[in-house]
């Protein structure tokens, strides 16, 4: 296929460059993960663009390249001499340029300060316009778009700019898709924009010269376990009191009632419930009484770490010998803690007990893994006209809230390959949940990268940028769709009268972005905080 020879334009510090003068050029095209830079080699004859030469360039002069091919020179970058290097022998003179575009300035400049109550935009317009000085705006039109993600509170100390914007660009989410792009174009404008929004009109399907294809399982994830905050308590109402306003899944040794007194306030906290669950017997020396649970999981990392309660024990104080705790697998498998001490006279009184401390004795072969009911025991040390135990507000607290989701297709396929995420922003197991699908539906399968190189392609006036989605074709591999172009680098070849195009792309599936949707209706609780390390 025929193409025209590879034309160039270029100006360093309003000094026009030759393109006869060009040796060697490469510009590489990054986006999100790294800005645009530039490597270009001149012939230096006379010291042309030494310190005393005619174009005398020096490092900080800012400039644009322009690669196209014959009428169609479309400008590629906007850059920045970072250095200079001389080099001469007897016959040849060279300098030797590189540097990056004006993304440059992403990293000069930290920041310290809370962002509260912020669309993911107006983070990144405020820091573009007071820290960075870089355009976000293309013939009246707003190049930084709009986001989905109001964020509650950002805190950074000492933080480059390059990083706060990655933040949001990485966490930030549009129509239920997490994920922005950003580059700072030819021109020089800053642009901000969902991945995979921007398509190139430019099709490789007959252009492609030699490429690499990989799909690889490195990546691949297909148990994901997504743990949240750790404020996750039981029973989850409002006045914690589900597992004591009623009797069912409650059994006793003695008579089982609802009783109305009960605990109205516990310190400056108001309850809203009506009843205490009782338990009582006539002549006897020992009374028990036990709520059935789910099966919780105690300590570890997830696991519930505290027990509390109220209790009002009626009993025969001169025969009074034990008050015991059990956390049980199964009535012959548990932990117990004798609390006979903390007991002292009638009335209501708050117990807590910590499941990590030494206060419990194992009986039996019980699991911290399967605790299935608690039982309350009291006894004496003879038989006593009655006993009568009220229990109120019974709640277990200090767990994370945790979900785990599997794909068994790509477990058989791959291996079981796991992901353990903690998000503190996640307030809920079913926030949890939405995570960890959307975590699982991204990773359960093989990632693709392919690596294209062609001499031949011609794009006019609209060259392939980093972060375009472009069409290519495989014919051989069955191969075919967009991909997304990861970076793009031009290299010129005076000698050769060539120029290469090499594109790294990658393809993926969209992580949605539901939990965000879920979080954003508490806007108490959707809080990405980060301070630097000093």
């Known amino acids: 296929m025929s193409v025209e020879p590879p034309t160039m334009a270029l100006a360093f510090g309003g000094y026009g460059i030759p393109q006869n003068d060009v040796i060697e050029c490469r510009v590489h095209l990054g986006c999100t993960k790294e800005v645009n830079s530039f490597e270009l080699t001149l012939q230096n004859w006379g010291g042309k663009y030494g310190p005393n030469g005619a174009i005398p360039l020096s490092v900080g002069m800012d400039g644009s390249i322009s690669i196209g091919r014959g009428a169609h020179c479309p400008q590629i970058i906007t850059c920045r001499i970072e250095s200079i290097r001389y080099e001469s022998t007897a016959t040849e003179h060279y300098v030797h340029l590189s540097g990056r575009c004006w993304g440059e300035r992403l ?17 990144v317009k405020h820091l573009l316009d007071y820290y960075v000085g870089l355009s976000h705006t293309r013939n009246g039109v707003e190049l930084v778009e709009a986001t989905d993600t109001t964020y509650t509170r950002l805190e950074y100390e000492n933080t480059p700019v390059w990083d706060v914007i990655r933040h949001i660009a990485e966490t930030a989410d549009k129509q239920g898709v997490i994920g922005f792009d950003f580059r700072v174009a030819p021109d020089g404008r800053f642009e901000f924009f969902p991945k995979n929004s921007k398509t190139s009109p430019v099709s490789l399907a007959d252009y492609v010269e030699e490429y690499e294809y990989c799909r690889d399982i490195h990546v691949v994830r297909n148990r994901v376990a997504v743990y949240g905050t750790q404020v996750k308590r039981l029973p989850g109402d409002v006045d914690d009191d589900g597992y004591t306003e009623s009797t069912v899944d409650w059994s006793s040794n003695g008579n089982l009632a609802l009783n109305s007194g009960h605990v109205v306030e516990d310190g400056q906290r108001k309850y809203g419930d009506s009843f205490s669950v009782e338990a009582n017997i006539t002549n006897s020396a020992a009374l028990w009484m036990q709520r059935s649970l789910p099966s919780l999981k105690f300590g570890g990392a997830e696991g519930f770490k505290t027990v509390s309660w109220w209790m009002n024990l009626y009993y025969a104080p001169a025969y009074f010998s034990g008050f015991k705790v059990r956390l049980q697998s199964d009535a012959e498998n548990y932990f117990e803690a004798d609390l006979t001490s903390l007991v002292s006279g009638s009335g209501w009184r708050k117990y807590t ?49 945790s979900a785990v989701q599997h794909d068994t297709t790509s477990e058989q396929a791959y291996g079981l390959r796991e992901l353990v995420e903690v998000n503190e922003e996640l307030y809920s197991d079913n926030e949890c949940l939405l995570r960890a699908r959307a975590l699982l539906d991204y990773y359960k399968s093989p990632a693709e990268r392919l690596t294209v190189k062609s001499t031949i392609v011609d794009y006019g006036d609209t060259p392939i940028l980093a972060g375009d989605s472009v069409y290519v074709e495989l014919p051989n591999l069955g191969v075919s769709g967009y991909f997304r172009v990861e970076s793009a680098e031009y290299h010129v070849d005076a000698e050769a009268q060539t120029l290469k195009l090499t594109l790294k792309l990658g393809r993926e599936t969209p992580l949605l972005a539901d939990y965000l949707y879920t979080l954003k209706a508490k806007t108490d609780v959707l809080s990405r905080r980060k301070a630097s390390a000093k």
Do not use: C
């Not at 990293?107 to 983070?123: A, D």
């Not at 893994?369 to 607290?397: C, N, Y």
């Open 107 to 123: 990293f000069r400049r930290v920041f310290t300060g809370v962002f509260e109550n912020m669309k993911g935009e107006e983070i």
């Open 353 to 401: 007990l910590d499941t990590s401390q030494p206060t419990w004795v194992r009986a039996g072969n019980p699991s911290w893994s399967d605790i299935k009911s608690i039982r309350f025991l009291v006894s004496h040390t003879q038989t006593v006209p009655a006993i009568q135990m009220l229990i109120d507000h019974l709640v277990f607290s200090g767990a994370r809230y």
